[in-house]
């Protein structure tokens, strides 16, 4: 095994690129889970990417090595001599099958990690790694049952980065995590065979490609637990982060409580007058700024400017006191996302009428006794 990942790694040349529509052949059903996720869009595709990446630098497109990582010109991508290319498959391929499939190592790196690839001499079939007891042959590719890969598969985009200026934009994970759990809870094993159109192993189950996230409604209700307890004029809610990352991991969004109470089906009391951001303790975000003022676009921020955000399987608790409470009241209790903040909408101007919108997470009630 040892060997084989080293020779794998000596070996120079690169092999011929397949594309995810190639894989589609064999792996039929991994194929259409794959294209419903947000590994599947690109700099076309997602609007809130492109709007910020344009708005970063429209010469350099340096978020490629992530977005775009399968790009055959990804130094020019880079260094501004080439801009995305809507016919080039390598680049509406966006995180590519075959290039998460050949993540051999993940370089840890101070701004982000980078992924190293294995690589093939030209006349051999392509190595791509998994999880399978002894798969099955085929002509397109070989197959390398690796125990490195699921600690690695997730760590080189998902980690962190920072920008220019040292300022972290995001950090999903700690310095000595790996992705193993990350493929656990979004990469659950489902029903249906891997390679269904050679299935003679007839294993009958494979991981997910659905990448499910923010963007699932099912997946968003577990994501936290909201705890709500009333005592003596006093709405209290425990909030808890069941993920592995922060709470939020995505300077783009926002995530807040909406507390109300209710007597005879009118509202009588919120947390909020005008806006839910009034109510700074239930108001998770956070905000870049460079010397003078608040920044939008984070690539140009000098600084941290406020956050208030939970660690994984962290918890907090929220109280409101001096609620005069009655018999009867129904206290509701919800908590919303926005995937693009109101600040972010203003200067992008989305079309996407989901940017501009916000998502139920979860919600929950009790009624005073
Ligand atoms: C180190 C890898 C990496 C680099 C470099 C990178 N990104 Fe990302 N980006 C990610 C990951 C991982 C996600 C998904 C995380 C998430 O949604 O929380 C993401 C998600 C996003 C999103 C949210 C997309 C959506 O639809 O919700 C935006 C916007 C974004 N990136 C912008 C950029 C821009 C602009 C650049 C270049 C200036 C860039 N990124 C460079 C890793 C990277
Ligand atoms: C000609 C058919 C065919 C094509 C095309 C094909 N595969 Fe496969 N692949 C297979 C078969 C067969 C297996 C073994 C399945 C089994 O044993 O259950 C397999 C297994 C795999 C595995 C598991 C490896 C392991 O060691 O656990 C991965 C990952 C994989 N393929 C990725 C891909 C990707 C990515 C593409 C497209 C770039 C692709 N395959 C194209 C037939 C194919
Ligand atoms: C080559 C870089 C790369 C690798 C490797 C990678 N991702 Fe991503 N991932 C991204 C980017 C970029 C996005 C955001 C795409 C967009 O919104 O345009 C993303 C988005 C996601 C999302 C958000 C989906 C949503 O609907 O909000 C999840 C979940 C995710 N990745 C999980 C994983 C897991 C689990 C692994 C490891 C098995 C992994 N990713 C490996 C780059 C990567
Ligand atoms: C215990 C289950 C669990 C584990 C472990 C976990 N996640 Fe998540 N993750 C979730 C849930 C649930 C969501 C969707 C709700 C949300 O984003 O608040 C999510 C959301 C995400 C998103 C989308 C966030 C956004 O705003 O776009 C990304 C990206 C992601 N996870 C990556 C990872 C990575 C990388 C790991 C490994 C370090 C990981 N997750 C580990 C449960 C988990
Ligand atoms: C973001 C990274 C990523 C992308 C993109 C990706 N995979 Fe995977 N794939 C994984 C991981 C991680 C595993 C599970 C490895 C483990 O459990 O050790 C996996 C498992 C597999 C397996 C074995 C499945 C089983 O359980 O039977 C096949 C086959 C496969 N992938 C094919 C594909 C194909 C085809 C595509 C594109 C349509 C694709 N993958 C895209 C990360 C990825």
Request: proline share 3%; net charge positive.
């Given at each position: 095994?040892?060997?084989?990942?080293?020779?794998?790694?000596?070996?120079?040349?690169?092999?011929?690129?397949?594309?995810?529509?190639?894989?589609?052949?064999?792996?039929?059903?991994?194929?259409?889970?794959?294209?419903?996720?947000?590994?599947?869009?690109?700099?076309?595709?997602?609007?809130?990417?492109?709007?910020?990446?344009?708005?970063?630098?429209?010469?350099?497109?340096?978020?490629?090595?992530?977005?775009?990582?399968?790009?055959?010109?990804?130094?020019?991508?880079?260094?501004?001599?080439?801009?995305?290319?809507?016919?080039?498959?390598?680049?509406?391929?966006?995180?590519?099958?075959?290039?998460?499939?050949?993540?051999?190592?993940?370089?840890?790196?101070?701004?982000?990690?980078?992924?190293?690839?294995?690589?093939?001499?030209?006349?051999?079939?392509?190595?791509?790694?998994?999880?399978?007891?002894?798969?099955?042959?085929?002509?397109?590719?070989?197959?390398?049952?690796?125990?490195?890969?699921?600690?690695?598969?997730?760590?080189?985009?998902?980690?962190?980065?920072?920008?220019?200026?040292?300022?972290?934009?995001?950090?999903?994970?700690?310095?000595?995590?790996?992705?193993?759990?990350?493929?656990?809870?979004?990469?659950?094993?489902?029903?249906?065979?891997?390679?269904?159109?050679?299935?003679?192993?007839?294993?009958?189950?494979?991981?997910?490609?659905?990448?499910?996230?923010?963007?699932?409604?099912?997946?968003?209700?577990?994501?936290?637990?909201?705890?709500?307890?009333?005592?003596?004029?006093?709405?209290?809610?425990?909030?808890?982060?069941?993920?592995?990352?922060?709470?939020?991991?995505?300077?783009?969004?926002?995530?807040?409580?909406?507390?109300?109470?209710?007597?005879?089906?009118?509202?009588?009391?919120?947390?909020?007058?005008?806006?839910?951001?009034?109510?700074?303790?239930?108001?998770?975000?956070?905000?870049?700024?460079?010397?003078?003022?608040?920044?939008?676009?984070?690539?140009?921020?000098?600084?941290?400017?406020?956050?208030?955000?939970?660690?994984?399987?962290?918890?907090?608790?929220?109280?409101?006191?001096?609620?005069?409470?009655?018999?009867?009241?129904?206290?509701?209790?919800?908590?919303?996302?926005r995937y693009a903040k109101q600040d972010c909408s203003k200067v992008l101007n989305f079309k996407d009428k989901n940017l501009k919108?916000?998502?139920?997470?979860?919600?929950?009630?009790?009624?005073?006794?």
């Open positions: 095994m040892k060997i084989l990942f080293l020779l794998s790694l000596t070996l120079l040349l690169f092999g011929k690129y397949m594309s995810n529509e190639s894989c589609k052949e064999c792996h039929e059903a991994i194929y259409n889970e794959y294209q419903s996720s947000y590994h599947s869009k690109n700099y076309f595709t997602d609007e809130l990417h492109h709007k910020v990446a344009d708005a970063v630098d429209k010469n350099k497109y340096e978020c490629a090595v992530c977005h775009m990582p399968s790009a055959n010109n990804l130094k020019d991508l880079i260094t501004g001599k080439a801009r995305p290319d809507k016919k080039n498959i390598t680049h509406t391929d966006a995180i590519s099958c075959f290039f998460c499939h050949q993540i051999a190592y993940v370089k840890k790196a101070h701004k982000f990690n980078i992924n190293t690839l294995t690589r093939q001499a030209a006349d051999y079939k392509p190595s791509l790694f998994g999880r399978l007891e002894d798969p099955d042959e085929n002509d397109k590719h070989s197959s390398v049952k690796s125990p490195i890969y699921i600690q690695n598969a997730c760590v080189g985009c998902h980690s962190h980065k920072l920008n220019d200026n040292n300022v972290t934009i995001f950090k999903a994970m700690k310095k000595n995590q790996d992705s193993t759990s990350c493929v656990k809870c979004h990469m659950p094993i489902v029903k249906g065979d891997g390679a269904e159109n050679m299935d003679k192993k007839a294993r009958g189950r494979h991981v997910s490609h659905r990448f499910l996230g923010i963007h699932d409604k099912k997946m968003r209700q577990k994501s936290v637990d909201i705890n709500l307890t009333l005592t003596n004029n006093q709405i209290r809610i425990k909030l808890t982060n069941k993920m592995d990352h922060p709470l939020i991991i995505q300077p783009a969004r926002v995530k807040y409580l909406i507390v109300k109470v209710i007597r005879n089906g009118k509202v009588i009391w919120k947390n909020y007058t005008n806006s839910p951001r009034e109510d700074h303790q239930a108001f998770f975000e956070y905000t870049f700024k460079d010397k003078n003022k608040q920044v939008i676009i984070p690539a140009k921020a000098t600084s941290i400017m406020y956050s208030h955000n939970l660690n994984a399987r962290e918890s907090k608790v929220i109280t409101y006191k001096n609620i005069n409470l009655k018999k009867g009241d129904k206290v509701i209790v919800s908590m919303y996302v919108k916000s998502f139920l997470i979860k919600s929950t009630f009790t009624t005073v006794k």
